[in-house]
């Protein structure tokens, strides 16, 4: 049964990665707008992205996730779409992009979040198109030529022109270093959680190296070389460009190497969360169940039916005798009726042995 899902995770892989070779090849006019120093990030991207579509379809075929997945574009397509549609780019405005999630544990901790989360996503928004060739930036042929015109440059998309914009202006300063302003956000927020792990005694008993802080340091070498490269070129005349480089290049690629396999990988499993507020939503609004013990709601009863729909396809089978299941009663229910029973059989055995 694995053999046959990874099989699956592996096709789909495949055609994904393929389908995005193709697109980058026609996408950069057929290789004429890609930088060729850019070679070795664009196989560490196209790795990462076969890893992470791989290990994401793994995930994905498990019967508990599959049964959210599949529900939530139940949810989406069968009910008010446009609705749903809108809850969607709501709840990702809000936990995806400013990590209101994490507010709640703490206001220095979600700072920490948005920052990493704002500054990466920023980040990969830039590189990634830049990298596959989808983007380049070229003077504009009407200003290049003549002497005493304003320079222009064109931002191209696809190879289409999306844009122009004057040289020396404050908007081609801000859209040159984009990435500056991004690697600052990811070292503000990697160090507000190195030193939380560093000090933190529950923190320091659980983590591992290469689980917990291999990620942070490799963001925060990637953000400082980053910045390097930048410092050399505009105020060292060149000095340590080629160490910058090279350490920046190897920090990237050990990035995207690490996607699939390590801690990263809830970057492309963050996004399920938005559909789990979906299915929670429409479970509200289709009945809560009630435990039969103490009479209380605890939970939707689309929850427990589809509880006990994926417990028996992982081999569990919690019906009883009537016809019920322990997944009918909460939690509360539960321990109650176990501390009854165990009085019981206390106060049985107690008359037994007198």
Not at 96 to 116: D, E, N, S, T, V
Not at 141 to 159: R, S
Not at 328 to 337: A, H, I, Q, T, W
């Amino acid at each position: 049964m694995h053999a046959s899902l990874n099989k699956k995770a592996l096709l789909v892989a495949i055609i994904v990665t393929l389908a995005c070779v193709v697109i980058s090849f026609y996408g950069s006019r057929k290789l004429q707008n890609f930088d060729p120093a850019l070679i070795a990030y664009l196989f560490g991207t196209l790795f990462a992205l076969f890893g992470g579509i791989y290990r994401y379809c793994v995930w994905l075929q498990r019967p508990p996730t599959w049964m959210y997945f599949r529900r939530t574009w139940q949810f989406i397509f069968k009910g008010s779409f446009f609705v749903h549609i809108w809850l969607l780019l709501q709840d990702s405005v809000k936990n995806l992009l400013f990590q209101r999630f994490i507010y709640p544990r703490g206001k220095k901790r979600w700072l920490a979040h948005f920052m990493l989360a704002s500054g990466c996503l920023a980040a990969f928004a830039i590189t990634i198109p830049l990298t596959l060739g989808w983007i380049n930036f070229t003077l504009d042929p009407g200003t290049a030529l003549d002497p005493g015109a304003v320079k222009l440059y064109n931002a191209n998309f696809f190879g289409f022109k999306i844009m122009s914009f004057k040289l020396g202006s404050v908007l081609a300063f801000l859209i040159f270093h984009a990435l500056t302003w991004c690697s600052w956000a990811v070292i503000a927020g990697a160090v507000i959680f190195f030193v939380r792990r560093l000090t933190n005694a529950g923190l320091i008993a659980s983590q591992t190296f290469e689980g917990d802080l291999l990620p942070l340091i490799l963001l925060i070498i990637i953000s400082v070389t980053g910045l390097g490269l930048n410092f050399s070129y505009a105020f060292m005349k060149g000095m340590a460009y080629d160490f910058m480089s090279v350490t920046h290049a190897i920090s990237v690629i050990l990035f995207l190497v690490w996607i699939p396999f390590g801690k990263f990988f809830h970057i492309i499993q963050r996004p399920a969360q938005i559909g789990a507020h979906i299915y929670k939503r429409e479970g509200r609004k289709r009945g809560m169940a009630v435990c039969p013990h103490t009479g209380k709601e605890f939970t939707t009863q689309l929850h427990v039916n589809d509880l006990k729909i994926v417990t028996k396809q992982v081999g569990f089978d919690f019906t009883l005798e009537d016809g019920s299941s322990h997944l009918d009663y909460s939690p509360e229910g539960k321990r109650s009726l176990l501390a009854k029973a165990h009085l019981k059989a206390r106060q049985e055995g107690g008359s037994f042995f007198g």
